[in-house]
């Protein structure tokens, strides 16, 4: 229990995979927010340590938002399978924040939504590879939602992305 009476939310696993903002010496440091275009993990000191998102990020910078972003290719063609789908979401996204000067290491938050949650966590050992073959090690504050439909019919996930830009 903190300070102010509340508890820290429970560590739990999240679309990163089970990595989390340790190193293999114990947590990484929160660098001082400063200068134009940095960012910094924010983790209360006695909350358990994430897996594979962030609790909190500080950052300084343009913000580039996404709508909502789905598995589709150029061709409007959505692949079959709930992982396929996050493979193509994720590149997606990346496509986004390159056309507007930014990289997975500018995000800083991602809400996902999803139709399935339980083939959401059957998916979690396969989907840390694919998430770190699209955006790396980066691991910024998320939500997961489970929706009961998406706008477009064949999509299963849907994920909503914030970066933030260095000026």
Request: aromatic share 6%; proline share 11%; hydrophobic share 40%.
């Amino acid at each position: 229990m903190s300070a102010n009476g509340t508890s820290p939310p429970p560590a739990r696993g999240r679309p990163g995979g089970g990595q989390s903002s340790l190193s293999e010496n114990g947590p990484l440091p929160n660098p001082p927010l400063a200068g134009e275009g940095t960012r910094r993990i924010l983790q209360p000191p006695s909350w358990p340590q994430p897996k594979g998102y962030a609790n909190g990020i500080l950052a300084r910078g343009q913000v580039l938002v996404t709508g909502g972003v789905v598995g589709w290719d150029e061709h409007g063609v959505f692949p079959q399978g709930f992982l396929p789908q996050v493979r193509q979401v994720l590149l997606n996204i990346r496509a986004i924040l390159e056309a507007g000067g930014a990289g997975p290491e500018h995000l800083v938050r991602l809400t996902w939504y999803v139709t399935d949650m339980e083939a959401y966590r059957a998916s979690l050992r396969d989907l840390g590879p694919i998430y770190r073959e699209a955006f790396g090690r980066n691991f910024p504050a998320m939500a997961l939602v489970q929706v009961v439909s998406l706008v477009e019919p064949a999509a299963l996930v849907e994920i909503e992305a914030t970066a933030v830009v260095p000026e």
